[in-house]
């Protein structure tokens, strides 16, 4: 059954399923290019820094994308918040060279834009505990190196709650970080000016057990080899 939710699950990611267009669209299709990357990481035994009313966030209209980590800590599942806490957040840290909080930390990362691309971020339906989700990512044309070394681009694919403003006792709205994909890029062949090599990576991610599945939402970026964002995405369900 578990193979049969992949396999469904990143059908419908990529939209082969009639019926899963018909009763949901959720993909970055005509959205506006994000601008930066707004990570708060959240302690699992900050409680307050969850309701606070003062955490920081981006401007309305600053066009960033938004993820909420929540960090575990030595606590474990006696943290307040561990039921959303995810060893991923501790890998995300580590990525980028920061400390576990024990309240919330802010990490912005601007989109560069040095290299034109086209990306697209898409989920289907949840199906037993399991949504399929994918990204694309098509340079305009090779950049520099890469047909040295195409490993020097990464992506990450993040499944995300998003939490309304006012709702389970948050100030503001959220996206609850709840599953994630990272990977560097294998093309299989390295891309070159006249012929740029697409990239496109589907996956079935697991659902947890404390998610809303209607909140579902996807955010998707590629960064270079020093982690600098190049081009971003996130998905809106219509």
């Known amino acids: ?20 267009a018909a009763q949901a ?29 003062a955490t920081p966030a981006p401007s309305a209209a600053g ?12 606590a474990g599942e006696d943290a307040p918040l561990s039921a959303a806490a995810t060893s991923e957040a501790l890998a995300r840290l580590q990525a980028l060279g920061r400390a576990a909080p024990t309240t919330t930390d802010v990490f912005i990362s601007p989109v560069e834009g040095a290299l034109p691309a086209r990306i697209r971020v898409a989920h ?3 199906f037993n505990d399991y949504v399929g989700a994918g990204l694309s990512f098509a ?3 090779a950049p520099r190196g890469m047909a040295a070394a195409p490993g020097d681009l ?54 947890p057990d404390s998610t809303q599945p209607g909140r579902l939402r996807v955010l998707g970026w590629v960064h270079d080899a020093h982690g600098r964002v190049l081009a971003a995405a996130q998905s809106v369900c219509r």
């Open 1 to 20: 059954m578990k193979n049969i939710a992949c396999t469904l699950g990143a059908l419908l990611a990529l939209g082969y399923v009639p019926i899963a």
């Open 25 to 53: 669209s959720c993909s970055s299709d005509g959205t506006a290019p994000p601008i930066a990357v707004f990570e708060r990481f959240i302690s699992a035994d900050c409680e307050a820094c969850w309701s606070e009313t």
């Open 63 to 74: 066009g960033a994308v938004v993820l909420d980590w929540i960090v575990p800590t030595p």
């Open 124 to 126: 289907g339906l949840p």
């Open 139 to 141: 340079p305009a044309h």
């Open 154 to 207: 990464g992506l990450y694919l993040v499944l995300v709650e998003s939490v309304p403003a006012g709702a389970d006792g948050s100030a503001v709205a959220r996206n609850v970080v709840r599953a994630v994909f990272s990977a560097p890029w294998r093309p299989g062949g390295a891309p070159t000016a006249a012929r740029p090599l697409p990239w496109k990576e589907v996956r079935s991610m697991r659902i």
